[in-house]
């Protein structure tokens, strides 16, 4: 199923440097200092002094660290701090009032502290302009219903603690009222989800046949390397052409005449044969070796 974000996401910031968060760090330090001024010498009861003296005191300085510390990132983590102090406004109301419609009403106004504050810092509201109204009409009631009458009233003054304590009321409300102004809107896109596209499961019978395997092509046949060239062989020169010099004839023999071979010499070519008048020795040779 396909989901998509078409709204924006809200982030509120704080300029550390600017005129609202340096007044407002100011007040909450100063709100913090007039409280523990006005409670000295009060922490005997550990329940009072942890609920109207520790917890305002650290409540203060933990937000105007959130100021200094997270205004440009985690800025929702001020809600911490402001919760912090909506139970002490609580606490020191029940203890010191005793009308109950300012009791009623004021419990209905720290209530939508606690609900409307985190929703801005969060983003889930998108516009800042509920937090002014909702700390400066506060604000203008006790300087003007509570605080300025008792002023006046010469006849029963403000002691010194009492008037400590209620300038250090005065300054965190102003402190909260100036993080209300100070507070700046970015508007990020929301990135955007591609819908997911699911494709029906096909039924058995539509199911499509499988594909035919390829057939595995044949091996190249390998290309016997082509032969050298044989290399040209240069005809022998032909040899002079020699003299024919004429076979000697063979002499032919003469033809066998018997009756010319016994024809008798002629005279005078027979020379004439004379007997060697040295006689012929006819002894045995000796040997030398029988010498």
């Not at 996401?9 to 523990?36: H, N, P, S, W």
């Not at 001020?78 to 009403?105: A, D, K, Q």
């Not at 937090?131 to 203008?140: A, N, R, S, V």
């Not at 060239?229 to 010099?245: D, G, N, Y």
């Amino acid at each position: 199923m396909a989901k998509t974000n078409t709204g924006s996401r809200v982030k509120y910031t704080i300029d550390k440097t600017g005129f609202f968060a340096e007044c407002a760090m100011m007040l909450l330090v100063q709100a913090a200092i007039f409280m523990v001024i006005g409670r000295w010498g009060m922490w005997n009861d550990r329940i009072e002094a942890i609920l109207l003296i520790a917890l305002p005191v650290v409540s203060c300085l933990l937000l105007a660290l959130c100021v200094l510390l997270f205004g440009k990132k985690g800025f929702f983590l001020s809600s911490l701090p402001v919760l912090m102090g909506v139970v002490f406004f609580i606490c020191r109301l029940v203890l010191n009032e005793t009308n109950w419609v300012y009791i009623v009403i004021y419990i209905v106004l720290y209530l939508a502290v606690v609900i409307i504050y985190p929703a801005t810092v969060f983003g889930w509201i998108r516009t800042k302009w509920l937090l002014p109204p909702l700390f400066g009409l506060p604000l203008l009631y006790s300087i003007i219903v509570r605080d300025l009458p008792r002023l006046v009233d010469t006849a029963n003054p403000v002691s010194f603690s009492a008037g400590m304590q209620e300038m250090s009321i005065l300054c965190m409300l102003a402190g909260l009222l100036f993080i209300g102004l100070g507070l700046k809107k970015h508007e990020q896109e929301p990135e955007v989800v591609e819908p997911e596209v699911v494709e029906p499961a096909p039924t058995p019978a539509e199911e499509p046949a499988p594909a035919p395997a390829p057939e595995p092509a044949p091996d190249p046949v390998p290309v016997p390397a082509p032969m050298p060239e044989p290399e040209s062989v240069p005809a022998p020169a032909p040899a002079p052409a020699e003299e024919s010099v004429p076979a000697p004839q063979a002499e032919s023999a003469p033809d066998f005449d018997p009756e010319s071979f016994f024809e008798p010499a002629p005279e005078g070519s027979i020379p004439d044969l004379t007997l060697d008048p040295a006689p012929i020795d006819l002894e045995p040779e000796v040997d030398a070796h029988e010498q």
